[in-house]
Structures are given as C-alpha cells and as structure tokens.
Nanobody
Framework: QVSLVESGGGSVGEGGSLRLACKIA????????VGWFQQRPGKEREGIGG????????YYADSKKGRFTVSLDNDETTLTLQIDRLKSWDSARYYC????????????????????????????WGQGTQVTVSL
C-alpha cells in the first residue's frame, strides 16, 4: 500500500523560503510518477511539478517555473518541494501524489482537480501540509 506523508508546512513571511517534504513508502516499482499539487482556499488543486522516478524526468507547470523546485532524494523515498521568494498567494495546502502511469507526469503540469476527481486523477494522495505566507 502506497503511503505519502507531507511535512514542512508552516507560517512564513513574504520573501522567505520553505522546503516541503513528502515521505514515500510502499512503491513496488520505480515506474511511478510522484508530484506536488497546490490548493488555495476555495480553488481547485493544481499541479506544480513532478518526477517520473524510473527516468528521472522532471515536469513543471509553466506558472511554477522559477520559484518552485521539485527534487527526489537518492534513496527515492523523499520528494521535496522548495519554494523560494514566497508570495502571499502561495498560501495554500500542498499535496503530494503518486501514480504508476508515466502519462500522469506529462499531464500533471496542466492538471487541476477538485473533490473526488482528484482520486481519479492520481491514485495516491497524502493529507497535505498547510503553508501560510504573511505580508
């Protein structure tokens, strides 16, 4: 059973940086797409970026390039999201997700979902970690 546990959220002043982590467990193959999503209050969950583990290929939403960096540790058990130069509109809940289809990594940058559709978009989700950016 795949387990994803996010950590690292909190309250940060605008202009600061934050590093979120997603602890990954239960993958039986390296053929998995793992990625990060952002859900602002009242909005849909949107893809930020992800990586297909087997190939190491990174995928980013165009709107997130520059300040958001996705990386996977050498043990392939922790997916990290570095957010630099934080803005007030980065305040959101950040989710980690995993899916065995490489196609999901290609779709992730353009993916937005809400409610039950998210469980169909990606097979596995963490509970999320809250980030609040203050002025």
């Amino acid at each position: 059973q795949v387990s994803l546990v996010e950590s690292g959220g909190g309250s940060v002043g605008e202009g600061g940086s934050l590093r979120l982590a997603c602890k990954i467990a239960g993958l039986t193959t390296r053929d998995y797409c793992v990625g990060w999503f952002q859900q602002r209050p009242g909005k849909e969950r949107e893809g930020i970026g992800g990586i297909f583990i087997a190939s190491g290929t990174l995928y980013y939403a165009d709107s997130k390039k520059g300040r958001f960096t996705v990386s996977l540790d050498n043990d392939e058990t922790t997916l990290t999201l570095q957010i630099d130069r934080l803005k007030s509109w980065d305040s959101a809940r950040y989710y980690c997700a995993a899916d065995p289809s490489p196609r999901k990594c290609e779709l992730l940058p353009r993916l937005s979902c809400s409610g039950g559709y998210c469980s169909r978009a990606f097979d596995n989700w963490g509970q999320g970690t809250q980030v609040t950016v203050s002025l």
